[in-house]
């Protein structure tokens, strides 16, 4: 289940669960529309037109959201708005003023009521966050974030090497995104003398060419420049400049589950120094959740190929079984962990354990959101 950026109050004002049964009582017995749901549940707070009534009118501190803000309208998933909706603020660690629906309203009414107030966005241009699926280990998301992350890997053999990677992700416009990725590394072999440092730095962007939530389809193209930052005689960088292009897919398959898929090539500027690698990366996964709105479990298959071009070497393979894991109420904080086992050329490759730390930064500070 994608992350929430919900803030104090959201969907609809607190109205009291028990006026909202006497009015509910009254109305007649037919399947009223969103737009009449919201303008009865959520718009003494929320405003007829979603942008939220004044501060001075409601009586209480906590900012209301825009829904005319596609920025906060559209990234997270409708199920992130139903669990709100549904449990009230505190379900998601938000305010307490953001009062409980579900005994009010059907499971039905909320659903017709969230697809109306996320149509006050009104630039589809912007992608759903249902097809914002979970992050792989290795595959890049076609979706766009604003993320921080913290990657680390761990490889033993001949040569060891550990890697601390961090990578911030900011979201632009809406449909693009920048990456920063800077690597520390320390690397050597058995009783020989090991090496730390910068490894090559990465600057990446993306752009969505497709989205679409009725197919459960989005589809983005990117570029990434590896600049020779690391000191490639201590085994700490590749020593050329590379350019990575590459194109990212998602799909829903059914309910939870998604497949997505990356490839591209790595193109180094002086093919004399380095190799140009064509590359495939796929993932097959499904999320779980502890009871109905509690932490999320994300079991996934990643699959990642990788063949030089010039040499015509065999390609080879790898496969990595790996778990994500929601840690934070508001679930803006995630970790994830798993094995990139080689399947081909195993006397020479040697098995890698991977991890990241995940923060989600445009929902909330790191130690928000916990309780």
Same mark, same amino acid.
């Given at each position: 289940?994608?992350?929430?950026?919900?803030?104090?109050?959201?969907?609809?004002?607190?109205?009291?669960?028990? #006026?909202?049964?006497?009015? !509910? +009582?009254?109305?007649?017995?037919?399947?009223?529309?969103?737009?009449?749901?919201?303008?009865?549940?959520?718009?003494?707070?929320?405003?007829?037109?979603?942008?939220?009534?004044?501060?001075?009118?409601?009586?209480?501190?906590?900012?209301?959201?825009?829904?005319?803000?596609?920025?906060?309208?559209?990234?997270?998933?409708?199920?992130?708005?139903?669990?709100?909706?549904?449990?009230?603020?505190?379900?998601?660690?938000?305010?307490?003023?953001?009062?409980?629906?579900?005994?009010?309203?059907?499971?039905?009414?909320?659903?017709?009521?969230?697809? @109306?107030?996320?149509?006050?966005?009104?630039?589809?241009?912007?992608?759903?966050? !249902?097809?914002?699926?979970?992050?792989?280990?290795?595959?890049?998301?076609?979706?766009?974030?604003?993320?921080?992350?913290?990657?680390? #890997?761990?490889?033993?053999?001949?040569?060891?090497?550990?890697?601390?990677?961090?990578? @911030?992700?900011?979201?632009?416009?809406?449909?693009?995104?920048?990456?920063?990725?800077?690597?520390?590394?320390?690397?050597?072999? !058995?009783?020989?003398?090991?090496?730390?440092?910068?490894?090559?730095?990465?600057? +990446?962007?993306?752009?969505?060419?497709?989205?679409?939530?009725?197919?459960?389809?989005?589809? #983005?193209?990117?570029?990434?420049?590896?600049?020779?930052?690391?000191?490639?005689? !201590?085994?700490?960088?590749?020593? &050329?400049?590379?350019?990575?292009?590459?194109?990212?897919?998602?799909?829903?398959?059914?309910?939870? +589950?998604?497949?997505?898929?990356?490839?591209?090539?790595?193109?180094?500027?002086?093919?004399?120094?380095?190799?140009?690698? +064509?590359?495939?990366?796929?993932?097959?996964?499904?999320?779980? &959740?502890?009871?109905?709105?509690?932490?999320?479990?994300?079991?996934?298959?990643?699959?990642?190929?990788?063949?030089?071009?010039?040499?015509?070497?065999?390609?080879?393979?790898?496969?990595?079984?790996?778990?994500?894991?929601?840690?934070?109420?508001?679930?803006?904080?995630? &970790?994830?962990?798993?094995?990139?086992?080689?399947?081909?050329?195993?006397?020479?490759?040697?098995?890698?354990?991977?991890? @990241?730390?995940?923060?989600?930064?445009?929902?909330?500070?790191?130690?928000?959101?916990?309780?």
């Amino acid at each position: 289940m994608r992350l929430i950026r919900l803030r104090s109050a959201l969907l609809v004002c607190t109205i009291t669960l028990a #006026s909202a049964g006497v009015v !509910e +009582a009254q109305q007649p017995k037919r399947e009223r529309s969103g737009e009449e749901l919201f303008q009865f549940a959520c718009a003494a707070c929320h405003g007829a037109d979603g942008t939220g009534v004044p501060q001075s009118q409601v009586g209480f501190d906590d900012p209301l959201p825009n829904f005319t803000e596609c920025s906060f309208n559209t990234p997270e998933a409708a199920a992130d708005w139903f669990a709100v909706a549904h449990d009230g603020g505190p379900v998601r660690a938000f305010s307490r003023r953001m009062p409980a629906f579900g005994d009010a309203l059907t499971a039905a009414d909320l659903e017709r009521t969230i697809d @109306y107030l996320r149509g006050f966005c009104d630039d589809r241009a912007w992608p759903r966050g !249902e097809l914002n699926f979970p992050r792989a280990l290795i595959t890049e998301k076609a979706f766009p974030e604003n993320e921080a992350l913290l990657t680390t #890997s761990i490889q033993k053999g001949d040569t060891h090497e550990f890697t601390n990677e961090f990578l @911030y992700e900011r979201r632009f416009g809406a449909r693009n995104q920048f990456e920063v990725a800077v690597p520390i590394t320390v690397q050597g072999a !058995e009783g020989s003398q090991s090496f730390r440092g910068l490894g090559d730095v990465a600057i +990446a962007v993306k752009r969505v060419l497709f989205h679409s939530v009725n197919t459960g389809t989005i589809v #983005s193209l990117g570029g990434e420049v590896s600049l020779p930052t690391g000191k490639e005689s !201590e085994g700490l960088g590749g020593g &050329v400049m590379r350019f990575e292009p590459f194109v990212s897919a998602g799909q829903v398959i059914r309910g939870n +589950a998604f497949v997505q898929t990356q490839f591209g090539a790595e193109i180094p500027r002086d093919r004399e120094q380095a190799e140009t690698e +064509a590359f495939w990366r796929g993932v097959v996964g499904t999320t779980f &959740v502890q009871g109905q709105f509690g932490r999320s479990w994300s079991p996934m298959l990643e699959f990642a190929v990788i063949r030089e071009l010039e040499r015509g070497r065999a390609a080879e393979w790898d496969v990595l079984p790996q778990m994500q894991v929601s840690l934070s109420k508001r679930q803006h904080i995630l &970790v994830a962990g798993g094995l990139r086992i080689p399947l081909t050329e195993r006397g020479e490759r040697h098995m890698q354990v991977l991890t @990241y730390l995940l923060w989600d930064w445009f929902d909330g500070g790191f130690r928000d959101g916990w309780r």
